[in-house]
């Protein structure tokens, strides 16, 4: 299929300084290789950075002006507020998401270029992804999420029906839908129900297309009081906007609950069984 040559778009990235070097530079190079090219790759420092992190921005934006844009935040506002205010500077409409230390397949962006020229309504598009720990070329799961827009909300009334780094979304549709909130780690599924709520159209691409950057503390992280809590406040928020059934909000109330209570061990077989399954 032909891309018009006159569709183009940004990429959004929000920078940490506890990101490593060598994560930030593959991420970097990755969106640089993609088949069909971004007209912008725009990150927003989240904060004062180490000298190493400012140093790569230095060189990118110095090599090529045009295509790098940097957005300062003099203090750390944490992911969803960084990413707002990088998508206010945003200069086109369709925005690509990526995080600093994942790994985007180099047609990634091509093929949800594609699907926005062959459907003008959508909103959002997502992927599946495989994840790694240690080297990309050894991946251990997959996040299979849905792909057509009802089954995407079905999911989303309990679970994320996108994986955050992969979405390519409309910049006026998020900024409609009143932008990122101060969720703690949840961020991308309020938004992305607000988003529905609000009466976008969403498709996901069944095919993994990013290489997510995963390690053996991330379930860890998942088990934790703040985590569980957030999701859980989440959901009930849902629920009483009439989104999400009370039925739903009693699920993700008792398995997060259960989450927290569980050994790891145990959660990571939750995890490899029934969240997550095979590489693709």
């Given at each position: 299929m032909?891309?018009?040559?006159n569709?183009?778009?940004s990429v959004?990235?929000?920078?940490?300084?506890k990101?490593?070097p060598?994560?930030?530079?593959?991420?970097?190079?990755?969106?640089?290789?993609?088949?069909?090219?971004?007209?912008?790759?725009l990150i927003?420092?989240?904060?004062?950075l180490t000298?190493?992190?400012?140093?790569?921005?230095?060189?990118?934006?110095?090599?090529?002006?045009?295509l790098?844009?940097?957005?300062?935040?003099?203090?750390?506002?944490?992911?969803?507020?960084?990413l707002?205010?990088?998508?206010?500077?945003?200069?086109?409409?369709?925005?690509?998401?990526?995080?600093t230390?994942d790994?985007?397949l180099n047609?990634?962006?091509?093929?949800?270029?594609?699907?926005f020229?062959?459907?003008?309504?959508?909103?959002?598009?997502?992927?599946?992804?495989?994840e790694?720990?240690?080297?990309?070329?050894?991946?251990?799961?997959?996040?299979?999420?849905?792909?057509?827009h009802?089954d995407?909300?079905?999911f989303?009334?309990r679970r994320?029906p996108?994986?955050?780094?992969?979405?390519m979304y409309?910049?006026?549709?998020?900024?409609n839908?009143?932008?990122?909130?101060?969720?703690?780690r949840?961020?991308?599924?309020?938004l992305?129900?607000?988003?529905?709520?609000?009466?976008?159209?969403?498709?996901?691409?069944p095919k993994?297309?990013?290489?997510?950057?995963?390690?053996?503390?991330?379930?860890?992280?998942?088990?934790?009081?703040?985590?569980?809590?957030?999701?859980?406040?989440?959901?009930?928020?849902f629920?009483?906007?009439?989104y999400?059934?009370?039925?739903?909000f009693?699920i993700v109330?008792?398995?997060?609950?259960?989450?927290?209570?569980?050994?790891?061990w145990m959660?990571?077989?939750i995890?490899?069984?029934?969240?997550?399954?095979?590489?693709?």
């Amino acid at each position: 299929m032909a891309i018009d040559d006159n569709l183009k778009y940004s990429v959004l990235m929000s920078l940490y300084k506890k990101e490593k070097p060598e994560f930030l530079i593959e991420s970097i190079e990755s969106m640089l290789k993609q088949t069909y090219s971004a007209e912008e790759i725009l990150i927003v420092k989240d904060g004062p950075l180490t000298n190493q992190l400012d140093l790569i921005l230095s060189n990118y934006k110095l090599s090529n002006p045009r295509l790098f844009s940097i957005v300062e935040l003099k203090d750390n506002l944490g992911l969803g507020l960084a990413l707002n205010e990088g998508l206010k500077s945003c200069r086109n409409e369709l925005v690509a998401r990526m995080d600093t230390d994942d790994i985007s397949l180099n047609n990634r962006c091509e093929l949800q270029i594609e699907e926005f020229m062959k459907n003008p309504l959508l909103c959002i598009v997502g992927t599946w992804i495989n994840e790694f720990y240690d080297h990309p070329s050894n991946t251990l799961t997959s996040r299979v999420v849905p792909v057509n827009h009802n089954d995407i909300m079905k999911f989303s009334r309990r679970r994320s029906p996108f994986n955050h780094p992969t979405v390519m979304y409309k910049k006026s549709a998020v900024l409609n839908s009143g932008g990122y909130k101060n969720v703690m780690r949840k961020e991308d599924i309020d938004l992305f129900v607000r988003m529905l709520h609000h009466g976008c159209i969403a498709k996901n691409i069944p095919k993994s297309l990013l290489l997510y950057r995963s390690n053996k503390d991330s379930l860890k992280r998942r088990k934790t009081w703040v985590n569980c809590k957030s999701y859980i406040k989440v959901i009930y928020n849902f629920w009483r906007m009439g989104y999400s059934s009370l039925l739903d909000f009693l699920i993700v109330f008792i398995s997060q609950i259960t989450f927290f209570i569980i050994p790891v061990w145990m959660l990571k077989i939750i995890n490899n069984k029934i969240l997550r399954g095979k590489p693709l």
